[in-house]
């Protein structure tokens, strides 16, 4: 079945605990991205790949980071988490920009 | 920077009437338009993709309209039903940037 695994579903860390949520897609896709959903802010891109060890940064790149060494795999890492950073994440792909894009199940992150 | 607004409040409508949702985008001009439907707590789900020279396009009983000269998309559902209940989120491309999504609520 195509899609889009994120994993974890749910988590609650401390604040400079440093985390990783993964994103793994088995469609070849070559375009991923994250994003973080808030309650009257929408969808706010994080960072986005292009393709394997191509990525730039969104709109709120701020105490992310990201790495893409092979196709299907488009990690988020927070290195140093604070409660602002506190969020529902979804990874996103597609073969490329213009299509049609496939999401996660969504990571609900609690910083304390 | 580029952006994509949709109005924020939420849109109320009776079974059966026809629901009308804008899209405006600024400071670029994508040329494709997405649109996806969010059920509460799940991912994004696409349901219908625009090009820039393509005026119009239908499927079942969705339609969405591009208008480059207005910068808006509008994207409307008919014959609407409760089951079409959920927030509607708009999509440019280049980098895939949304909107904060209008919320649909269809009325028995």
């Known amino acids: 079945e195509a899609q889009v695994t994120q994993n974890p579903r749910y988590l609650i860390t401390v604040t400079g605990k440093k985390l990783t949520v993964t994103c793994s897609q088995n469609m070849n896709h070559e375009y991923m991205s994250w994003y973080r959903q808030d309650p009257g802010l929408g969808l706010r891109q994080i960072y986005y790949s292009m393709n394997v060890e191509v990525t730039d940064k969104g709109d709120v790149p701020e105490g992310y980071k990201v790495s893409r060494k092979e196709k299907r795999n488009f990690p988020l890492i927070l290195e140093s988490p604070s409660p602002n950073q506190t969020s529902l994440y979804f990874c996103a792909s597609s073969p490329r920009t213009a299509m049609e894009a496939f999401f996660g199940q969504g990571t609900r992150l609690t910083v304390v | 920077s580029q952006k994509i607004e949709q109005n924020s409040e939420a849109l109320n409508i009776q079974e059966g009437k026809t629901a009308t949702l804008t899209c405006n985008y600024t400071n670029y001009s994508p040329a494709y338009l997405q649109w996806y439907r969010q059920d509460p707590g799940r991912g994004p789900v696409f349901l219908l993709l625009?090009?820039?020279?393509?005026k119009e396009k239908r499927k079942e009983r969705l339609k969405v309209t591009f208008d480059t000269t207005l910068k808006q998309s509008l994207f409307h559902i008919t014959a609407s039903q409760p089951a079409d209940s959920a927030t509607y989120l708009c999509?440019?491309?280049?980098?895939?940037?949304f909107g904060q999504g209008t919320t649909l609520q269809v009325k028995p």
């Open positions: 625009i090009r820039e020279n393509e």
């Open positions: 999509a440019g491309t280049g980098k895939l940037i």
